[in-house]
């Protein structure tokens, strides 16, 4: 062995240790934002919209400390913006898996209204009230060029309004869950739940606003009358 290897830790050695370091503390880290997220969701329900939940009863129901929460946080509605952003991705992928189990890009359609729908059914549209209400009419803090959760919605129906004959279907699809997002925000501060009607409706709605390539219209709207006749 060389006097030069026994001069000091190898590159290879400061690296590994420094990485293990750094994982464990991401995982602490990772672990503190779910405990505080989880909790907030747990405070928040349980306050409904009667009343806002302090820094202190979030940090509490967590089991962590101020300083753990502003680690993460700069503040409160920091964590509410997270919260709307994270409970968007777990509607994305809700509604992924809804239409994977569809077997035509009508029904996909259909599954993805299902799913974005459902966040105004009783025994969700609380809680997604409440936190809206958190909020308090603010807009969520997304970072400039990021997607919003209308973007992430969309991009679900890329393909299924590719297979349907769009002529823009990103286009198509991003108006689509716009006007979606949007009737589901009526449904939930109207504290209606959507019928079946509505969903029917709503999937005709999306289906007729396929651009199609040639004039003789899209394959959704030669197939929905006799699939789905709107009501």
């Known amino acids: 062995m060389s006097e030069n290897s026994l001069a000091g830790p190898g590159v290879d050695v400061v690296g590994r240790i420094a990485a293990r370091a750094l994982a464990k503390r991401e995982a602490t880290y990772a672990d503190e934002v779910r405990r505080l997220l989880d909790a907030a969701l747990a405070v928040i329900r349980a306050s409904g919209t009667a009343s806002r939940p302090r820094v202190a009863d979030i940090v509490a129901a967590a089991g962590l ?3 753990a929460f502003y680690r ?3 503040s409160k509605d920091a964590l509410i913006s997270a919260l709307i952003e994270d409970g968007a991705e777990r509607l994305v992928r ?3 898996r809804r239409m994977r189990t569809a077997e035509t890009p009508e029904d996909q359609v259909r599954r993805w209204v299902e799913a974005v729908l459902s966040q105004a059914a009783e025994n969700t549209a609380k809680l997604t009230r409440a936190v809206l209400w958190n909020a308090g009419g603010s807009a969520p803090d997304i970072d400039a060029g990021s997607p919003t959760p ?4 969309a991009t679900l129906l890329h393909g299924a309004f590719a297979e349907l004959g769009s002529q823009d ?3 198509d699809a991003a108006l689509v869950a716009h006007a979606t997002v949007g009737s589901l925000t009526d449904f939930l501060w109207r504290r209606v739940e959507p019928t079946a009607a509505d969903i029917d409706r709503t999937t005709a709605f999306c289906l007729r606003a396929i651009t199609p390539i040639n004039s003789g219209g899209s394959a ?3 197939n929905w009358p006799s699939r789905y006749p709107a009501s």
């Not at 209308?150 to 919605?153: E, P, T, Y």
């Open 94 to 96: 809700y509604a992924a």
């Open 72 to 74: 993460h946080f700069p």
């Open 150 to 153: 209308s973007d992430r919605l």
């Open 65 to 67: 400390s101020n300083d």
């Open 169 to 171: 279907p990103e286009f």
């Open 220 to 222: 959704a709207e030669r």
